[in-house]
């Protein structure tokens, strides 16, 4: 589903990601770990184009692109359709309703019809438990329920996969959990998602897989229980000592 | 009474800034003094006569000779030396804003009587003591030579015809009604709009018709002078010591051949002005001091009707800057490096340059190199647009740059082209947060379109001016005009909060 080949990206003389190589399954869910400052949004926004990467190759489904060569617009944005987008700070539309947060994409993106579309937007509402908030603007909402809300604004575009940066960064601890929770159902529901998180809870109960980055590369990798409960790299163990999750 | 001043702003010393109370005070000791003192004996131990007048009448009344800037000639420049020989003194020209001659010699200005073409009419009477006169004038009506048709006043009913604003011309076409009067500000730019065909007459006072018409043959003069009036020094009130030498060495001037070798030298000699010699005062002079409060049924209703030529100047104006500005912002921020830059040098070359030269730019410029005859009311919408557009753009540009990076790229990632990004997420946050500074702009437009009455627009500043000159009452017709002033930037701030409550409101 995602194939990522030897993706490289500095800014100026700063080698962010160095040949980083990822292969991702249909189903699949995977969280990235790492210290902070390590690439890992990097990676993320490179994946669908809101970074140019120096080269590599990227895959999703059906799209790939020559990191290496300019990409067209319309290439970008065909990945983008691709790989949904959930961001730290949420960055719902504010002039507009929850509802219309998710309306907005599918209506004046693909052109569906609006009454058509109506109906999937508050089905995904009631999934993210948001049915009584579809008249609310972002401003009237708590924290979690907004980052409830842009996760079913980016699902309402079909994504092949769903990229997450720190979902669950933003909020309070207590906030937290619903979020979790949403995530969790969707990937028990087969949804291809890639995390990255600081929350080893989250990461824990989502991930099939968690790959460790250190220095702009992979130093480990493997099921969750292994990586979080017996870390072998030694930057692995340190981040766990800290981060309190061994 | 001919308005020679071409496109001089008026000054109203009464508003001018504040004085001190020491000042007050040495100004009411001072006018203490004048009263008592009598002006002529004052003259005559100063020995100067002291004339005020505007230097920019022009030809053939005062004006500069060609290659000498410093020297001063004309009828009326003559005239005044000629009579203040007369009077066994040396005359002295001072410098003084045509429009307001009349209020500064009320208030004890730096002159003594004013010659300056004043028109003996009950309106001026009313506001200062007159001499006999010393010219007769009559009114000239100027049409294009390739028009053979038009030969009296009347032929012209319902034409634009063009006169000088609050001019005896402009209040003779007033009464008898029917005509699309257009008025101008100065003597020159009717002519050039004549020549060109944005009017099809011209109604001036004879001095300037002979003047204008010699060696241009694209204009002639249509039918006989007709309406004669008569231009005569303005004294003080009350000065009638002053008043009665004047008469008396006038009527001298007249009768000794001075008066009509000083006109013929000026080819304003003609039998009409015989008439000087034999002239009787008018038996009875009705002096009113004229108030526009009292006369507001008059006064508003034509201020009103100026006020509505205000609001669409305005309005369309500010729609074309809304669109315009809005189109700028983006090709700004936006579009690909030629195109940006364009939008770039527009944005500082409107903001960098004054819209008054922008306004003739548009109104007159164009007509003359490009032939593009804009009307107007067309001109001056289009130069406030302009003009505006500019600062609209930059208001955008702020807004648009205070949308956080992450709604755009939240759009973006969801798939968006650029442009429904910026149409359906950036626009709709950037213009509720520039809308505050728009409306101000508006209601700041509503101000600065007084400007647009430099190109024969009256809007309600314009018509202020032409009534207050008539009636010499600034002070009451300036609070009715301050009060439509008042009552359309409070209209259009209150409409304005209220769409940013409604916008801040489901924004929120
Ligand atoms: N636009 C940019 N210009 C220059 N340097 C950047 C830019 N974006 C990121 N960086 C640098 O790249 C490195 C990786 O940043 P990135 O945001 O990917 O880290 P991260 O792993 O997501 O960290 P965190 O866990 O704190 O979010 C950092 O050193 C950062 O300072
Ligand atoms: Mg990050």
């Known amino acids: ?246 | 009474m001919p308005e020679r001043h071409p496109q001089t702003r008026t000054n109203q010393p009464l508003l001018r800034g504040l004085p001190t109370t020491a000042s007050i005070l040495l100004l009411l000791l001072l006018s203490l003094v004048r009263a008592q003192a009598d002006l002529w004996s004052e003259v005559q131990s100063r020995g100067v006569l002291r004339w005020g007048d505007d230097a920019e009448g022009g030809a053939p009344y005062i004006y500069h000779p060609e290659n000498d800037a410093t020297r001063l000639v004309g009828f009326e420049v003559e005239f005044a030396e000629a009579l203040a020989a007369r009077l066994g003194v040396r005359d002295q020209f001072v410098q003084n804003n045509w429009d307001m001659l009349l209020p500064a010699l009320r208030q004890g200005g730096n002159f003594d009587v004013v010659i300056a073409g004043m028109e003996r009419t009950p309106e001026n009477l009313a506001k200062a003591d007159m001499s006999r006169p010393y010219f007769v004038f009559a009114q000239q009506l100027v049409v294009r030579s390739n028009n053979a048709a038009w030969q009296s006043i009347s032929d012209l009913k319902g034409k634009p015809v063009g006169v000088l604003s609050a001019s005896s011309s402009h209040r003779l076409l007033e009464r008898l009604g029917g005509f699309d009067i257009r008025v101008y500000q100065d003597n020159v730019n009717y002519f050039r709009d004549l020549e060109v065909g944005r009017i099809d007459g011209v109604l001036t006072d004879t001095p300037i018709a002979q003047v204008n018409l010699a060696g241009n043959d694209r204009l002639r003069a249509a039918g006989a002078p007709f309406e004669p009036g008569y231009y005569a020094v303005a004294v003080p009130a009350g000065e009638t010591n002053l008043l009665r030498r004047l008469d008396t060495a006038i009527e001298g001037l007249a009768a000794d051949g001075t008066l009509e070798r000083i006109y013929t030298k000026y080819g304003q000699w003609s039998a009409t002005q015989e008439g000087l010699r034999t002239w009787q005062p008018p038996v009875e002079v009705v002096r009113r001091q004229r108030s526009g409060l009292r006369e507001w049924r008059t006064f508003l209703p034509m201020l009103l009707r100026a006020a509505v030529t205000t609001v669409w100047v305005t309005c369309g104006g500010m729609i074309l800057a809304v669109t315009l500005g809005l189109a700028l912002a983006i090709v700004k921020q936006y579009a690909p490096a030629p195109l940006r830059w364009m939008a770039v040098a527009y944005i500082e070359v409107f903001r960098g340059t004054p819209l008054l030269l922008q306004i003739y730019f548009i109104y007159f410029g164009l007509a003359q190199q490009l032939g593009l005859k804009l009307s107007a009311g067309a001109a001056a919408v289009l130069a406030l647009g302009l003009n505006y557009a500019a600062t609209e753009a930059e208001n955008y540009r702020a807004g648009l740059l205070s949308v956080p990076r992450g709604q755009m790229e939240a759009a973006l990632a969801l798939g968006m082209k650029q442009r429904v990004a910026l149409r359906r997420v950036l626009l709709p946050q950037a213009l509720r947060i520039s809308l505050p500074s728009v409306t101000n702009d508006f209601i700041a437009m509503f101000k600065d379109s007084s400007i647009v009455s430099v190109i024969a627009l009256v809007e309600l500043t314009k018509e202020f001016q032409i009534r207050a000159i008539d009636t010499g009452d600034y002070l009451g017709l300036g609070l009715m005009t301050a009060g439509i002033y008042f009552a359309m930037s409070w209209t259009a701030s209150l409409g304005a909060r209220r769409i940013e409550r409604m916008l801040h409101h489901d924004h929120r």
Do not use: W, Y
Request: hydrophobic share 40%; proline share 6%.
């Open chain 1, 1 to 246: 589903m995602i194939t990522v080949e030897k993706l490289t990206k500095s800014f100026g003389s700063h080698r962010v990601l160095d040949a980083v190589d990822h292969r991702q399954e249909r189903s699949e869910s995977v969280v990235i770990l790492g210290p902070s400052g390590c690439g890992k949004s990097t990676f993320l926004r490179c994946l669908n184009q809101l970074e140019v990467p120096d080269s590599g190759r990227i895959t999703i489904s059906d799209v790939t692109v020559d990191c290496a060569r300019p990409v067209p617009r319309e290439v970008q944005r065909q990945l983008r359709l691709r790989a949904g987008m959930v961001f730290q700070q949420f960055h719902l539309f504010p002039h507009l309703t929850a509802l219309e947060n998710i309306l907005e994409a599918p209506v004046h993106v693909q052109g569906r019809p609006r009454a058509e579309v109506l109906d999937e937007a508050r089905a995904l509402l009631a999934q993210v438990g948001l049915s009584d908030r579809a008249g609310h603007r972002p401003s009237q909402l708590s924290g979690g329920q907004q980052q409830r809300v842009a996760i079913a604004r980016a699902l309402a575009m079909r994504p092949a996969v769903l990229l997450l940066d720190e979902p669950t960064s933003a909020l309070d601890p207590e906030l937290r959990e619903e979020v979790r929770d949403v995530l969790r159902r969707l990937a028990d529901d087969g949804l291809t998602m890639l995390l990255v998180t600081h929350d080893l809870q989250l990461a824990r109960d989502v991930s099939d897989r968690i790959r460790f980055f250190h220095g702009g590369q992979v130093v480990e990798e493997g099921r969750p229980e292994a990586v979080l409960d017996n870390p072998q790299h030694p930057r692995t163990r340190e981040f766990m000592g800290k981060t309190g999750g061994g």
